[in-house]
């Protein structure tokens, strides 16, 4: 039996991926061994979404042949597509294999271990055949990443995934459900829809019909709020998550048909990145701040309370004090529960790398430090609301806390809470029956409790009685 070791890197998508991978390799009689320990083949999933991401990749690379100089060092995805003959002269690497081709890695590891040479690195850009993956299990237990479509046609000018990852391209409905149906048979409970570009899915099913509306910011797009309403349906999802979303695809229509849903989680990840118009054309997003506003509006009409997080990127190219100013007025106005923020970082091979008016690094980590001060306050603001209320928490793991043990979960917000052991509490799927359950270190994975918000154990994490 042939030891593998692997390790990942970047984006929930190749999380997926690599899950996938190993359950293949677990299929065909295939040892998974720690990336530490010595194996026989070595895979690393890659990831190229910065020049950092590129330069992470390589050291695993190189790390995994130092381990074993005798051992298949395999380059698998996203760095592999965007720079093949860097990677093809690296002496690191033993063999490649890039987007598309992640599903036939077992196949194309036995026909390198024959001596079989092939070309294992499509033209990601000229394909629309979407690479079919399905998973029985994952390394969570509890939550569930569904990838529902890759590639992505937005052309952002600091990114360089749509070279890496091709043109949209979406899963078959009917896979995704017996997907969700197979896991729910073994207890999962809650399902998050992730892909390169979520809010396109479908996009490319109406092209092949001859359908050339535009989509975006003129009507709804009802292929995916279909999936999400059909996925709704299956017993046993309790929980369902969006990954990323389009801030466009934010209509009433699309916000009244998923606030219909009983599973779905009120906490909406809308990618902004600048709150000020002119880098947001820089940037070549298809947005204004009015319309991120529209959307965010919708939200909180629609649901209550719900949790709006998004991405901000500061020190972009040409950004003045006054571009500065704009967006943090806007992110101000908006108040949202959670902001991640990037200083930016030129990616080569984008148009943004060699704009005018780069950034120094400084002027990087200033206005940075300023985001994430607003952030700290407004997160700790959108948590203060729950104190006193009735809440239900799905538990993921049990931790030690100041010498304390609890377990820990997240609301339908993405709250995370925290509730001791050895105590009783109420299941949540169950109230109205009045069941309880006396929590104890090994009992907890996967209960839905529900209980009363006391107050905060941690920065971050809210305690339940």
Same mark, same amino acid.
């Given at each position: 039996?042939?030891?593998?070791?692997?390790?990942?890197?970047?984006?929930?998508?190749?999380?997926?991926?690599?899950?996938?991978?190993?359950?293949?390799?677990?299929?065909?009689?295939?040892?998974?061994?720690?990336?530490?320990?010595?194996?026989?083949?070595?895979?690393?999933?890659?990831?190229?979404?910065?020049?950092?991401?590129?330069?992470?990749?390589?050291?695993?690379?190189?790390?995994?042949?130092?381990?074993?100089?005798?051992?298949?060092?395999?380059?698998?995805?996203?760095?592999?597509?965007?720079?093949?003959?860097?990677?093809?002269?690296?002496?690191?690497?033993?063999?490649?294999?890039?987007?598309?081709?992640?599903?036939?890695?077992?196949?194309?590891?036995?026909?390198?271990?024959?001596?079989?040479?092939?070309?294992?690195?499509?033209?990601?850009?000229?394909?629309?055949?979407?690479?079919?993956?399905?998973?029985?299990?994952?390394?969570?237990?509890?939550?569930?990443?569904?990838?529902?479509?890759?590639?992505?046609?937005?052309?952002?000018?600091?990114?360089?995934?749509?070279?890496?990852?091709?043109?949209?391209?979406?899963?078959?409905?009917?896979?995704?459900?017996?997907?969700?149906?197979?896991?729910?048979?073994?207890?999962?409970?809650?399902?998050?829809?992730?892909?390169?570009?979520?809010?396109?899915?479908?996009?490319?099913?109406?092209?092949?019909?001859?359908?050339?509306?535009?989509?975006?910011?003129?009507?709804?797009?009802?292929?995916?709020?279909?999936?999400?309403?059909?996925?709704?349906?299956?017993?046993?999802?309790?929980?369902?998550?969006?990954?990323?979303?389009?801030?466009?695809?934010?209509?009433?229509?699309?916000?009244?048909?998923?606030?219909?849903?009983?599973?779905?989680?009120?906490?909406?990840?809308?990618?902004?990145?600048?709150?000020?118009?002119?880098?947001?054309?820089?940037?070549?997003?298809?947005?204004?701040?009015?319309?991120?506003?529209?959307?965010?509006?919708?939200?909180?009409?629609?649901?209550?309370?719900?949790?709006?997080?998004?991405?901000?990127?500061?020190?972009?190219?040409?950004?003045?004090?006054?571009?500065?100013?704009?967006?943090?007025?806007?992110?101000?106005?908006?108040?949202?529960?959670?902001?991640?923020?990037?200083?930016?970082?030129?990616?080569?091979?984008?148009?943004?790398?060699?704009?005018?008016?780069?950034?120094?690094?400084?002027?990087?980590?200033?206005?940075?430090?300023?985001?994430?001060?607003?952030? $700290?306050? !407004?997160? +700790?603001?959108?948590? &203060?609301?729950?104190?006193? #209320?009735?809440? @239900?928490?799905? =538990?993921?793991? /049990?931790?030690?806390?100041?010498?304390?043990?609890?377990?820990?979960?997240?609301?339908?917000?993405?709250?995370?809470?925290?509730? $001791?052991? !050895?105590? +009783?509490?109420?299941? &949540?799927?169950?109230?109205? #029956?009045?069941? @309880?359950?006396? =929590?104890?270190? /090994?009992?907890?994975?996967?209960?839905?409790?529900?209980?009363?918000?006391?107050?905060?154990?941690?920065?971050?994490?809210?305690?339940?009685?």
């Amino acid at each position: 039996m042939k030891k593998v070791a692997f390790h990942n890197l970047g984006c929930k998508v190749n999380s997926y991926e690599m899950d996938a991978m190993l359950q293949e390799l677990k299929k065909h009689g295939y040892e998974i061994v720690p990336f530490e320990e010595k194996a026989d083949i070595y895979i690393v999933n890659t990831c190229t979404v910065t020049n950092i991401a590129d330069r992470k990749s390589r050291q695993m690379l190189h790390k995994a042949k130092k381990t074993n100089p005798e051992g298949i060092v395999v380059a698998v995805g996203c760095y592999v597509q965007s720079d093949t003959e860097g990677v093809r002269g690296d002496d690191a690497v033993d063999l490649m294999i890039g987007n598309n081709k992640k599903k036939d890695l077992v196949t194309i590891l036995e026909h390198y271990m024959e001596g079989v040479t092939e070309e294992n690195v499509i033209d990601i850009n000229h394909t629309d055949e979407y690479e079919e993956m399905k998973l029985t299990g994952t390394q969570e237990h509890t939550r569930a990443y569904i990838k529902i479509q890759d590639g992505c046609n937005q052309f952002c000018t600091y990114c360089l995934i749509p070279y890496a990852r091709g043109r949209v391209r979406s899963r078959k409905m009917e896979d995704i459900l017996t997907e969700i149906k197979g896991l729910t048979a073994i207890g999962y409970r809650e399902f998050v829809m992730t892909g390169i570009h979520i809010s396109s899915y479908g996009l490319d099913f109406l092209q092949k019909e001859g359908e050339t509306r535009a989509i975006y910011g003129l009507e709804t797009n009802y292929e995916f709020l279909r999936l999400l309403q059909e996925i709704d349906k299956i017993e046993g999802v309790e929980r369902l998550r969006l990954g990323s979303l389009e801030p466009r695809i934010v209509t009433e229509e699309f916000v009244k048909g998923i606030a219909k849903l009983r599973s779905i989680c009120p906490h909406f990840h809308l990618s902004l990145q600048s709150g000020c118009e002119a880098t947001l054309k820089r940037m070549n997003r298809h947005y204004t701040p009015e319309q991120f506003v529209t959307g965010v509006t919708l939200l909180r009409k629609y649901f209550e309370h719900p949790a709006i997080t998004t991405d901000v990127i500061v020190g972009f190219p040409g950004e003045t004090e006054e571009e500065f100013a704009q967006t943090k007025a806007f992110l101000e106005q908006v108040r949202f529960y959670e902001m991640h923020v990037f200083k930016y970082s030129k990616r080569k091979g984008t148009k943004a790398a060699i704009m005018d008016g780069q950034i120094p690094e400084p002027v990087k980590a200033k206005r940075s430090d300023v985001l994430l001060t607003m952030d $700290e306050r !407004d997160s +700790e603001e959108f948590r &203060a609301y729950y104190f006193n #209320k009735t809440t @239900t928490v799905l =538990l993921e793991e /049990e931790k030690e806390i100041k010498g304390k043990s609890y377990w820990l979960g997240h609301t339908k917000e993405y709250v995370k809470v925290a509730v $001791e052991t !050895d105590k +009783e509490y109420k299941i &949540a799927d169950d109230i109205e #029956k009045g069941k @309880t359950i006396f =929590l104890t270190k /090994e009992n907890g994975q996967n209960q839905m409790l529900t209980g009363i918000i006391t107050g905060v154990l941690e920065k971050d994490i809210l305690y339940m009685d």
